[in-house]
């Protein structure tokens, strides 16, 4: 879990991109040859900060929305990942205020087109 948060937000090999109200940040790695079973060729994770929501509910409910969306548009990114690669993205928040599912979910299909013609 950490190394992987660390690899993905710090190293020099990640890259991002932002569709307010989200960034993503990535890593695109080969997978070494003990891994191929045990991981999924996909990680994410979702990152809602404190000081953009205070309340833990709302928190939630924006990971819910960014993981829902992520969920119905993963396989923009599957179909583009190639073969023996693996891919660990990091979701963040980037407003103090919700937006709607649709919203979240278009900028969500945004981030994962753009990732996937960039891999």
């Known amino acids: 879990g950490r190394k992987i948060i660390v690899d993905t937000y710090g190293g ?5 991109l932002a569709a307010f109200p989200l960034r ?12 191929q079973q045990a991981l999924a060729s996909v990680q994410m994770m979702i990152s809602v900060p404190k000081r953009r929501f205070k309340h833990a509910v709302d928190r939630n409910r ?8 992520y969920r119905k ?8 990942l190639p073969t023996g690669r693996r891919i660990t993205l990091g979701f963040l928040w980037l407003d103090a205020k919700h937006h709607t599912s649709a919203v979240v979910e278009d900028k969500v299909q945004n981030l994962l087109r753009r990732i996937g013609e960039s891999i």
């Open 12 to 16: 020099a090999a990640s890259r991002s």
């Open 24 to 35: 993503v940040v990535y890593l695109v790695q080969p997978f070494l040859a003990e891994e």
């Open 62 to 69: 924006v990971k819910r929305q960014v993981r829902e969306a």
């Open 73 to 80: 548009n993963k396989h923009l990114l599957y179909d583009k």
